[in-house]
């Protein structure tokens, strides 16, 4: 199993990044695909799950800003953001959630990727 992330880079105040995590492999129980991030010296932070049935979830920073989709027939979940804000900058991450995952025990998550950086300047 391998998630791997993609999109990010350096964008001004005001702009977009889409976010892109390819899954290959199959996930036992996986039921739905969160997006986390992480700045320095901060926790890593849940924000947006896409559940398999399409029902989404987002964390209230990002409400509005961003959006989760996915594709299943290419295996792909997706993060739309917009109108980033130098506080969106972290390091992020996608993984594979089971039905007892929680954004408070990141150990309940099997599956992560290795990371996309978004780094956001005012």
């Known amino acids: 199993v391998q998630l791997v992330e993609s999109g990010g880079g350096s964008v001004q105040a005001g702009g977009s990044l889409r976010l892109s995590c390819a899954a290959s492999?199959?996930?036992?129980?996986?039921?739905?695909m969160d997006w986390f991030r992480q700045a320095p010296g901060k926790e890593r932070e849940g924000v947006a799950i896409?559940?398999?049935?399409?029902?989404?979830y987002y964390a209230d920073s990002v409400k509005g800003r961003f959006t989760i989709s996915q594709d299943n027939a290419k295996n792909m979940v997706y993060l739309q953001m917009n109108s980033l804000n130098p506080e969106d900058s972290a390091m992020y991450y996608c993984?594979?959630?089971?039905?007892?995952?929680?954004?408070?025990?990141?150990?309940?998550?099997?599956?992560w990727g290795q990371g996309t950086q978004v780094t956001v300047s005012s």
């Open positions: 993984a594979a959630g089971i039905p007892s995952s929680t954004w408070s025990d990141i150990y309940s998550y099997k599956y």
């Open positions: 896409i559940y398999a049935s399409g029902i989404t």
């Open positions: 492999g199959y996930i036992p129980g996986r039921s739905r």
